[in-house]
């Protein structure tokens, strides 16, 4: 047996595609939903769809003394225009521990073979960089990133395939505020992956 009770304003119908079901609109938008059979099985989930009316509207602001509630849904409209707004070029930058620990169970030789993944997978014309950490930070690129071409992949090819647990201890904290002093340009949206045994000082 199914009885629910749906409260909502704007509902433009009630169905599903589940199971037979009969809709009874009440007073006070209240829809009162049962199965249309007495003998229904329930040998499969009981899908509801509840359809709004397309001129509800999409936003509800709730304001008080210190507090504001906003809720909203964007457009589809809305969307594309935020996406053709600003050309998006993605950052990636790749922050690897270094450190004596990392010597251990061969977790350098996993690094220098994730790295190397890492790098086939980049999508053209973005940009990144390669930091080295441990007691000091290096990073393979002065600038925060470089962008990714032939060139400079090889390089950093060359470098991930160098890569050594000889950097002493785990201060992670260095690089990080480095990065953090380098803010994305605009339109550039910056990720970053840290490859690490986690002991971190």
């Known amino acids: 047996e199914l009885r629910c009770r749906v409260e909502k304003t704007n509902i433009s119908r009630v169905s599903s595609t589940s199971h037979p079901i009969q809709v009874e609109v009440g007073q006070e938008h209240v829809y009162v939903i049962e ?18 009316a397309s001129n509800r509207s999409n936003t509800i602001a709730v304001m008080e003394p210190g507090a504001v509630m906003a809720s909203f849904t964007p457009t589809e409209e809305d969307c594309k225009r935020a996406m053709n707004s600003v050309e998006t070029t993605n950052e990636f930058i790749f922050i690897i521990d270094c450190s004596g620990s990392m010597g251990d169970e061969n977790k350098i030789g996993l690094a220098r073979e994730s790295m190397l993944l890492f790098l086939k997978s980049l999508p053209l014309h973005c940009h990144f960089n390669i930091i080295r950490f441990g007691s000091t930070h290096e990073a393979l690129f002065d600038e925060i990133t470089a962008i990714y071409n032939e060139e400079n992949a090889q390089k950093a090819e060359r470098l991930v395939s160098q890569l050594m647990a ?6 992670l904290l260095q690089p990080l505020e480095w990065i953090e002093q380098h803010p994305p340009q605009k339109g550039r949206a910056r990720q970053m992956f840290l490859l690490t045994d986690g002991e971190i000082s």
Do not use: K, M, V, Y
Not at 35 to 52: C, G, P
Not at 166 to 171: I, P, S
């Open 35 to 52: 199965f249309a059979q007495q003998n229904t099985h329930l040998d499969r989930d009981i899908l509801l769809d509840i359809e709004l």
């Open 166 to 171: 000889d950097l002493g201890g785990t201060e």
